[in-house]
């Protein structure tokens, strides 16, 4: 029980005895273990071929299932329309479980389904028999220690898969009935207000990003001085801005050796899928470019001598580089210093300005404020996703201050925005240190670490969350306030 952080809060069963389940450990010596395919049924119901074509259903594919959160959403198709894995039938109390793709983590309990919720093949749909209660099994099936026994019986690299018959000869603990059902109560309860305090964290999150925001759009539009002259910008959005702030941005005074400042990546034969390898130069995708900085998720390399044919596209440590492709797209950061010269992609600009005129870090700002991104939706074009040509970005008009004004904002969004940044640090860290203890106490409840057959919901007044339990320095009681 010391292991999941519980101990002191909750107590022990008095008696316990070896599983000979590795992951489950030693549990209850009252309690069972059995195969889960004696505790359920598995793919009951599916659609036939034959369903009436125009049969609207309500579709649940594994993308739209979180680890965390359960089933995101749902897409609605007429059945001659829906994609051909659409096809298992779900009921209240099921728990559906990817068999694809297992490292996703893609498990969700399903609560009064409306009668056409259709899940994706690519999951396994458990319906609990008389032996299992519906409440205890939607915890017990996404207890960590169960998940991991799942992953590690997959096979493949790349896409990893479970078959169902071996999904349900995973073993498993078994409470008696009555006491499947406390385990269920106490965990619904205890969930329920631990929910609620990750839904404050995040909308907290939400407010000081919100907040963020409008600090550099209006640094980065109105200025520094409230006592400035102002002028007409010619955008309706804008409205009115300092003087002498509207310029073209192809028209700012880059140097000689900048004047192929404004670049994309290569197109198509300049850079082939066989070109690329897991080691050399590195290639930098719209994935990795994000508005609080450059964060490389991508692992694709060129050849030292693949890059030096694409040199033109190199970037290099100071660079602005932003996104043609978004919803919107725009999203800028600055090519941080320590990383190696990289090639782009056809996605991204790359814009090597002259720094006696244009502050990078105030560019960035720019087009990451609410002003750039509506200016970059504008001038995008509708397909797939939303994107920007490198001439239309070129031919836009942008409000671009002296040197010295820019240099004057971009310490003054640093200095307003260090404590808010530091607030939503604290809040995200401690929404992940909640979820982690979440997590440890369903798995302590459903293995039988902790004995709950004696608990009593508390009054409403009494319904507080031990701090004690989430780590040392979050007041998980009181609402955080901006």
Known sequence: MDKVGLSGKYKSYPEYKDSRIEWLGD??????????????????????????????????????????????????????????????????????????????????SISNPPDNLIVSTGFAVIRPNKLLDKGYSAYFLRAE?????????????????????????????????????????????????????IEKQQQLIKLLKEKRQAVISHAVTKGLNPNAPMRDSGVEWLGEVPAHWIKK??????????????????????????????????????????????????TVCVTPAKAEQLNVCKVTSGDVIISKVGDPPGDACIYPEGEVDAIITQ?????????????????????????GQMVMNDISVEGTRKRVSLGDFKATKFVIPSLNDQDNIVDYVHKQCKNMDTLISKSENAVRLIRERRTALISAAVTGKIDVRDWVAPEPSNNKIDASLYGNGVDLNKEASL
């Not at 009951?44 to 594994?62: A, G, H, P």
């Not at 096979?155 to 078959?163: D, L």
């Not at 059902?181 to 207000?193: C, G, M, Y």
Request: hydrophobic fraction near 40%; charged fraction near 25%; glycine fraction near 6%.
């Open 249 to 298: 941005i192809k028209l700012l005074n880059l140097s000689e050796s900048n004047r192929g400042s404004f670049v994309n990546g290569p197109f198509g034969s300049d850079l082939l899928a066989d070109e690329l390898r897991d080691e050399g130069v590195p290639v930098v995708y719209i994935r990795d470019i994000k508005r609080l900085g450059y964060k490389r998720k991508s």
């Open 145 to 197: 220690g169960f998940i991991k026994e799942i992953v590690a019986r997959s096979v493949g690299v790349s896409y990893p898969a479970i078959n169902a018959s071996d999904l349900v000869n995973i073993k498993g603990p078994v409470p008696d009935f009555h006491e499947q059902q406390k385990i269920a109560s106490f965990l619904d309860h205890e969930t329920a207000k631990i929910d609620t305090l």
């Open 27 to 108: 549990i209850p010596s009252h309690w069972s273990v059995k195969q889960l395919k004696f505790l359920c049924s598995c793919n009951d119901e599916v659609l036939t071929d034959s369903t009436n074509e125009e049969f609207e259903i309500e579709y649940i594919d594994i993308g739209s299932v979180s680890a965390t959160q359960g089933v995101l959403k749902t897409e609605s198709f007429l059945f001659g329309r829906s994609p051909s894995r659409a096809r298992r039938i779900v009921r209240d109390g099921d728990v559906i479980i990817s068999t694809v793709r297992t490292y996703l983590e893609a498990i969700a």
């Open 347 to 371: 996605d991204v600009i790359r814009i090597r300005v002259d720094r006696s005129v244009v502050n990078p870090e105030y560019l960035v700002m720019l087009l990451n404020s609410d002003f």
